[in-house]
């Protein structure tokens, strides 16, 4: 059974720094993408940033150049490093995993628990 689980969210000051992981376990070969999206409260949920499997990415414009994908291949785990973080970055960050390019019309084949992230002071 194929589970992603999200780790690294918190309370963090607004320009603070805050770097979520996600790994998969129980699958033997890497996932064509995988990404992060996040739902705030009373919010759709969004796409934040993807990485497919060549090491393009794609990021919501409101992160470029604060926020940064990255992937362990071996590990079948992705990052998120975020930084200069806003309050209006608090939500429930979810991790997604796709075995094909679905995920080009928002779809993926799993998907993580979530994990907080609060950006206040």
């Known amino acids: 059974q194929v589970q992603l689980v999200e780790s690294g969210g918190g309370l963090v000051q607004p320009g603070g720094s805050l770097r979520l992981s996600c790994a998969a376990s129980?699958?033997?070969?890497?996932?064509?993408?995988m990404g992060w999206y996040r739902q705030a409260p009373g919010k759709q949920r969004e796409l934040v940033a993807v990485?497919?499997?060549?090491?393009?990415?794609s990021y919501k414009d409101t992160v470029k150049g604060r926020f940064t994908i990255s992937r362990d291949n071996a590990k079948n785990t992705v990052y998120l490093q975020m930084d200069i973080l806003k309050p209006e970055d608090t939500a429930v960050y979810y991790c997604?995993?796709?075995?094909?390019?679905?995920?080009?019309?928002?779809?993926?084949?799993?998907w993580g628990q979530g994990t907080q992230v609060t950006v206040s002071s």
């Open positions: 990485m497919i499997l060549g090491g393009s990415t």
């Open positions: 129980g699958i033997a070969f890497s996932f064509n993408a």
């Open positions: 997604a995993a796709a075995h094909d390019s679905k995920w080009l019309r928002g779809e993926y084949d799993y």
